[in-house]
């Protein structure tokens, strides 16, 4: 006789109990959202310009949008902290290094061109453009490693080197469509036997309850006034 | 070089020698999280989901 899988569960980054195998999987998303509080001088803004004008509608979506990631950030430098005290071991695929780095590189680009596309125009015309950043990039990657320097003897990257990697990678991508490297981060965790990943990619968080792991990915505080918790990871808004 | 804790151990019984340890080249600093995620400044709002999300669709 066959057990169906038990679905896994969705776990609150201050309030949930730590994994008693003292194992956390990360994905990248988490780690970014730690790293970089970038949106609260533009949410300060727009709540003291709504002081005294009403906002656009697009305005108010993005005040809502910047609140959203605001407490995703200090929720995730908080749990990181938790994790720290509680000398917890961190585990992840070795794909989030590349992928940290992708992501600090275009933050920095972003951030001086103004927008994506203009930032990806910018490099495709001239990669050497990049010449100018490499300090600040240098600076943030350094940041990320300050961090995981937190953890001493604690930071285990897997190489997906393991044919039963590859399998399971597959078999997430032909079952849920989900892309390369979120089946990467998945089935990393879940061939590990390890239950907990961190994570907040919806489409990730979905298939990892799906397919039985706890997903540390809601924030929002009971004491929080007027926060709705939604089910799902719909904390988000649309 | 690190002893083997029982997570090492773990995941070194399933994976093998896929397993990377970090070893931090420097003593931990003295800064809190809080503290290092602070000097990652940015001046404008980069919405860092959709960072990632370009980078997955790679």
Redesign the interface.
Known sequence: MTSAKSKGSQKNLYDHPLPDDKIIFWDTNFVISALFPSFKERYENLCSKATHTPLSIAELEERQNLAYLFKRHQASAAFIERLIQSEMNVAFSSILFTEVYFGIKYIELETVYGSREQAKKELGDDPKILTQHIPAILRNWNLFLELLGKFPGRIFAINPTEAVIVTEVLRLRIQYGLTPNDSFHLATSITSGCKDIVAFDRALTNVGIDEGLNVWCTFFQKKDPGVARTPGLGNRPE | M??K????K??EK???G???????P????N????E?????S???????????R????K
């Open positions: 690190w002893f804790s029982r997570a090492h773990k995941l399933v994976f093998n896929s397993v990377h340890q970090y070893n931090p420097k003593p931990p600093s800064r809190t999280v809080q290092i995620c602070n000097t990652a940015m001046p404008h709002w980069v919405d860092t989901d959709q960072i990632i370009d980078i997955r669709k």
